[in-house]
């Protein structure tokens, strides 16, 4: 038997003797409770009484046994800590070798230790095989103790306006062993936001009409008074089921070259894909899976947008018709899976009058 006690073993436990049969049975008990993987990496300790002989010099009927159930042993993975630039930026660098990465599952979480960033405190979460909403990638999510404005979150080389349970792949930002995360927030994001944002036109004249949940037809009218890089945003709109929430086609004036302007598809769920189809006039036209929350650079990355050259015929007659077409639900968060159906069910009762 085991018990707690002031005068402790290595974990917490003090050890009293007992036949090594019945240590054997425990040592058996103690490995499922524990699972192959430890605590951190901890190698289970015992007392002398608990040693057996073993073919092996020097192991003892635990580790045999652990040995034999597949266990592996090694440290624990020593985080470095987020260091502050002065500038707005902490970064953290993650230091995962083969034998601490081929050991993590999905939902196992890697997570910083507190750090001041502003006027708040906050914890880094990294998931390398992503959180239960992951549908392969890895997760990046920033915690605080109060708000922090706009976000801008990297690993590696991959940047995004916030956490997100799809960040990006793993062997994307997976250099030498080690991952660099950063984060940047308040102020200096807002800086850099409005500094690199295009001039935004105030009056332009549009309409959106909408046939079911399925079509929407976006029209600019004297497409010629725009120029420069302006970015026009859609009236707001929602395809497949409200609970989705509202969705926008943006155009981006002299992108990718003067006298071409790009279409994209946004959706602010952060798991949400939609393959969708936008047409131009009659002369363009693609289809693609839109990502929830998914940036400007990385559609243009990915191919994940409508370049529509307007000089080309057949594109405008003064007017520019965007129709965008929802094509297939690729995937939608189970959480909201689960709920439309019921929310249907209960739209058809009968109504009170």
């Not at 987020?82 to 979480?109: A, C, F, Y």
């Not at 405190?121 to 997760?139: E, L, T």
């Not at 976000?151 to 940047?159: A, F, I, P, Q």
């Not at 969705?247 to 279409?263: A, S």
């Amino acid at each position: 038997m085991l018990s707690r006690s002031s005068h402790v073993c290595r974990h917490g436990w003090r050890a009293q003797r007992v036949p090594v049969e019945h240590a054997a049975r425990f040592a058996c008990s103690l490995s499922a409770v524990r699972g192959a993987r430890g605590s951190r990496g901890t190698v289970f300790s015992t007392s002398t009484q608990y040693r057996s002989h073993s073919n092996a010099a020097g192991e003892t009927q635990l580790g045999r046994y652990l040995k034999l159930s597949g266990a592996t042993w090694g440290d624990a993975i020593d985080f470095n800590k987020v260091q502050n630039s002065g500038t707005g930026t902490s970064t953290w660098l993650v230091e995962l070798p083969p034998e601490h990465l081929n050991v993590l599952r999905k939902g196992d979480v890697l997570e910083s230790s507190p750090f001041s960033i502003g006027s708040s405190r906050a914890r880094i979460q990294f998931y390398p095989k992503g959180d239960q909403n992951s549908q392969g990638g890895c997760s990046l999510w920033l915690l605080s103790d109060k708000g922090l404005g706009p976000v801008r979150m990297s690993l590696g080389n991959v940047h995004r306006d916030g956490g997100s349970s799809e960040f990006c792949t793993l062997e994307d930002v997976l250099q030498d062993d080690k991952v660099e995360v950063k984060v940047q927030c308040g102020e200096a994001v807002a800086e850099k936001q409005m500094r690199a944002a295009p001039q935004k036109m105030t009056e332009v004249q549009q309409s959106l009409q909408m046939t079911g949940l399925q079509l929407a037809e976006w029209r600019l009218y004297d497409i010629a008074q725009l120029s420069g890089k302006m970015l026009i945003t859609s009236p707001p709109f929602r395809f497949h089921h409200v609970l989705l929430g509202d969705m926008y086609l943006e155009l981006q004036m002299g992108v990718p070259h003067e006298g071409f302007c790009t279409v994209f598809f946004r959706c602010r769920v952060p798991t949400m894909k939609l393959r969708v189809g936008i047409t131009a006039g009659d002369a363009f036209s693609t289809s693609f899976i839109a990502r929830g929350r998914s940036t400007m650079t990385e559609d243009l990355s990915n191919n994940e947008c409508l370049k529509v050259n307007l000089d080309a015929p057949a594109v405008h007659d003064g007017d520019l018709v965007i129709r965008c077409l929802l094509e297939e639900v690729v995937s939608i968060p189970s959480a909201l899976q689960h709920m439309i159906p019921r929310l249907n069910e209960r739209a058809s009762w009968p109504k009170r009058l």
